[in-house]
C-alpha cells in the first residue's frame, strides 16, 4: 500500500469541527479503544496501517501536520520530499498528540528530539525530518520512488514479507525470550512451504519465482 | 526549568569522597530507593528531572563528566557548546555508571555507542555528542537557547506541556495497549476544560492566549 | 573479544545445505530453545556474544549477508570498512530473519529502515551502516582497530566492564523500577571490592592498575 495526499499536501491534521461545543459526548465514546485494537477512533487512523498485514509506504509532499503527522508515522516506512513540511502540531489546541504516537514513534525518534517538536508545535522540513529519524529517505517525487519499492517487495513471497511486519512491530517490545520464540514461530510456519521453496527454487535456477498470494 | 553549571563548566562528576574508608556503611544506605520514588539516593539527582512535572532543558559548557553526564541525560532536553567535553568516566574508578542510566540513555543513545564510550572511559566533544544522539542540538551560548526554548513553551498551555512530558516519559516503555490507553486518559482531561478552550479560541482569533496555571 | 571473518570476508550466510529435502525433521528440533537459554540453535550463533560476559567487538571487512550480518548484530560493537558490504538477506529464500534480530536490533536500527533493508533483501556499504546506526564506526583496518579497543577495555577493572555490559543489555529492556535496582545491585557488588579500591587507589597515586581477573 502507498498512502499519499491527494494533491499538493499529504493531510493539514486536525478537522477542527471536534471544538464545537455540542461535540463533548460525541468525544467521550470516540476515547474508548474499538472492537478488535487497542485503539480508539482518532488513534485508529493511524494504527490501523501498523495492523495490516501488507507493507504500507507512505510519500510525503506538502504539509503533514498534527493528526497528518502521526498518520505518517503509522506507515511502515515514510519518504519524503526535501521541502515537506511537518508538525507535531496539537499543542496549539492546547492538547496532547494522541493518535498512537507513543506507540508509533517509539524507536523511530529520540524523545529529547520528539518533545522540543511537540512542546513547541514548531514546522521542520524533510532534511531536518531525515537527520531526526522522522523520515525513511528524501526523494524529489516520493510516490515514484514508493512505487518502485511496492513493486520491489511485490516480487518477494508474500509470505515471508506479513512474517517480517509481523516480527519487526512485535519483536521489538517483547521480552528477549517471547521475542526470540515469536522469531521461532514465525520461521517455522515458512519453512517448506511451497512459496519458501518456491523462492529456493527460483533462486538456484537463476529465474523470476511465481508466488501464490 | 534551565539546567546549567555555575561557573564554566556543567559538572565535573563524582565526589571522591564516597572512597573514604568510613564511607561503606552509609553506601549501604545509599542504595535504597527512596521514599515515593524507584531512584534512590544518587539515581534522584539525575531522574529528578524526569519525574518533575515540567520541562526541563540542560545547557551545558565545559565539562559533563561522570554523574555530571548522567545528570544531562535526565533532562528533556539537551544543549551543548561544540566545544563541551563528555565522558561516561565511571569506570576511571572501577565502578558503572549508576545513576539511572539504564533510564534515561534507552532511547537516546545505541547501546554499541553506550558501550564503547562507558568501557573506555574516553572523553568526547559535543559534536560527537549530537551525532551520537547525546545532545539534542549544539549552540555557541547554549543557556541562552534554552532560555528561548523555555519562553516559547511558556506561551503554550501548561496543561498540554505537561501531558506531552508525562505521555512521552511513559508511553515509549508501556505495552501498545497500555500506552494508546495513557494518550486517551491523558486527552480526556485536557479537552474541553479552561487552558484548552482558551488555546483554541486564541488561535481561531488569532489572538496570543491567556493560560492559568 | 574480537570476533572477524577467516579470509577477505566476515560471512556470506545461510548454509543453503538446510534447504535438503532432508532437512526438516532436524529443522523442527532446531526451533526449539536450547538448555540454559532463550535461544534456539540458529538464534545461539548471534546471541551467544551477548551472554557471553566480555566484551565481544566484531570487524567487517567483505560482506556480512544474512545470517552473517544477524552474528555481527550480536556483538557488543561492530567496526566496519567503508567499502564493506551488508545485506539482511533472508528474504531470497523466502524466509525471515530469525537469529535473533528482533533482540539484537532493536535500539541499534530504527524499524522503518529495517523493514525497509529486509524486504528488499538489498545490499548495502559500511557507508550506509554507519548512518542508519548499522555499525558502530568505520576503519581503513577494523581488526587492528577492534584490537586496539579491546586492549584499552583490558587496561580497565574487569568486574566494571562486566558489570556494565550486563547493564546496558538488560537494562535497556526492563522497567524503570528493576533497571534501576539492576544498577544498585551491580554496583553494590563492586564498590569496596579489591578491582574497585585498586582502581581508586591507581588513579590517585596517577599510576597504572593491576587487577585480579
Redesign the interface.
Known amino acids: 500500500i502507498v498512502l499519499h495526499g491527494n494533491g499538493d499536501n499529504f493531510c493539514a491534521g486536525i478537522d477542527?469541527s471536534i471544538?464545537d461545543p455540542n461535540f463533548?459526548r460525541k468525544?467521550?465514546d470516540s476515547?474508548?479503544?474499538q472492537p478488535g485494537s487497542?485503539?480508539?477512533l482518532f488513534?485508529r487512523a493511524a494504527?490501523v496501517w501498523r495492523e495490516i498485514p501488507v507493507?504500507v509506504i507512505c510519500a510525503i509532499k506538502g504539509v503533514a501536520f498534527g493528526g497528518g503527522f502521526q498518520i505518517a508515522l503509522g506507515a511502515?516506512?515514510?519518504y519524503s520530499t526535501p521541502e515537506a513540511k511537518f508538525s507535531v502540531m496539537?499543542?496549539?489546541?492546547?492538547?496532547?498528540?494522541?493518535?498512537?504516537?507513543?506507540?508509533t514513534?517509539?524507536?523511530?525518534i529520540?524523545?529529547?528530539?520528539?518533545?522540543?517538536l511537540?512542546?513547541?508545535?514548531r514546522i521542520f522540513n524533510g532534511e531536518d525530518a531525515l537527520s531526526m529519524?522522522v523520515v525513511?529517505s528524501l526523494h524529489p517525487d516520493p510516490y515514484a520512488a514508493a512505487m518502485l519499492?511496492a513493486t520491489?517487495?511485490a516480487g518477494?513471497?508474500p509470505?515471508?514479507?506479513r512474517?517480517?511486519?509481523r516480527?519487526?512491530?512485535s519483536?521489538?517490545?517483547?521480552?528477549?525470550?517471547a521475542?526470540?520464540?515469536?522469531?521461532?514461530r514465525?520461521?517455522?510456519g515458512?519453512?517448506?512451504r511451497p512459496?519458501?521453496?518456491?523462492?529456493?527454487a527460483a533462486?538456484?535456477e537463476k529465474r523470476p519465482?511465481e508466488f501464490d498470494d
Chains 1, 2, 3 share one sequence.
Open positions: 477542527t471544538f463533548p468525544f467521550a476515547m474508548k479503544p487497542h485503539a480508539n488513534q494504527c507493507p511502515d516506512m515514510r496539537e499543542v496549539k489546541w492546547g492538547l496532547i498528540p494522541d493518535m498512537g504516537i507513543s506507540t514513534a517509539r524507536h523511530i529520540a524523545p529529547d528530539r520528539l518533545k522540543e511537540a512542546f513547541s508545535g529519524g525513511t519499492t520491489e517487495i518477494r513471497s509470505d515471508a514479507i512474517g517480517m511486519k516480527l519487526f512491530n519483536g521489538f517490545d517483547l521480552d528477549d525470550a521475542a526470540l520464540a515469536l522469531e521461532a514465525i520461521q517455522s515458512l519453512m517448506g512459496n519458501q521453496v518456491e523462492a529456493v533462486n538456484l519465482p
